[in-house]
């Protein structure tokens, strides 16, 4: 009973930038936007998550509408070691139930 | 980011048999530990929630007489999966967070999973 939507699956060119979309509609006020991504045969790993507002690290930014209904993760110079499955999971902060994965977008970055 | 190592990395075990996986948290301390299941081309199912020093909370599906999880310290959790049958073959993760409800940090970090096949 995952609360996103994400597409199956997308292509990107090496060193381009690969944009992720993410579907949120339910949203509740309090819940925050994360994203995690799994590399084939290892387990998940973080990359960023918000609540409102934009966010960049080192590895990705976040970008948030106004309304909260949708995201978007964006890989600012793809390379080939970012093909992996991404999750995008709304969740509050602190609730011990409340990591539940979608299918997620299987990233294929190509040279 | 926090380190969350799970051992072994992979298993082969006969039919009937019982198995064995930890799960640790290397530079932290986990109130909380989740036991999540992945079959092939498949997302990551939550099976189990588990608190330092209590009894592990089941999703509903999972048994929890097959699916025997133990929380005993704030660095290392057990899943042992018993009389294991080739349908128990799949891909077993674990993830920890630091503090209980409310407290500490809310990511979780994950485990490099174990692969588990039953003959």
């Known amino acids: 009973d995952a609360k996103t939507t994400q597409p199956t699956s997308m292509d990107c060119a090496e060193g381009r930038a690969a944009n992720l979309p993410c579907n949120h509609s339910?949203?509740?006020?309090?819940?925050?936007v994360y994203w995690y991504r799994q590399i084939h045969s290892q387990g998940p790993q973080y990359i960023i998550h918000?609540?409102?507002n934009n966010e960049t690290n080192e590895m990705a930014s976040l970008i948030i509408t106004e309304d909260r209904k949708s995201s978007t993760l964006i890989l600012p110079h793809a390379t080939l070691r970012d093909t992996a499955v991404y999750y995008c999971?709304?969740?509050?902060?602190?609730?011990?139930?409340?990591?539940?994965f979608g299918a997620g977008t299987r990233l294929t970055v190509k040279p | 980011g926090a380190v969350v190592s799970q051992h072994p990395s992979w298993v082969i075990c006969k039919s009937g048999t019982s198995v064995k996986i930890e799960c640790r948290s290397l530079?932290?301390?986990?109130?909380?530990m989740f036991w999540y299941r992945q079959f092939p081309k498949q997302s990551l199912m939550l099976m189990a929630t588990?608190?330092?020093?209590?009894?592990?909370?089941?999703e509903q599906g999972v048994e929890k007489d097959k699916f025997l999880i133990n929380h005993a310290s704030l660095t290392l959790s057990t899943l042992t999966v018993t009389s294991a049958h080739p349908e128990d073959s799949s891909f077993y993760i674990c993830?920890?967070?630091?503090?209980?409800?409310?407290?500490?940090?809310?990511?979780?970090?994950f485990g490099p999973g174990t692969r588990l096949t039953v003959l």
């Open positions: 993830s920890a967070r630091e503090g209980g409800a409310g407290l500490g940090s809310p990511e979780q970090f």
């Open positions: 339910t949203i509740s006020g309090n819940e925050y």
């Open positions: 918000g609540l409102k």
């Open positions: 999971i709304v969740r509050l902060p602190y609730n011990n139930n409340d990591m539940r």
């Open positions: 530079d932290f301390q986990a109130t909380t």
């Open positions: 588990s608190n330092e020093g209590s009894k592990a909370t089941y």
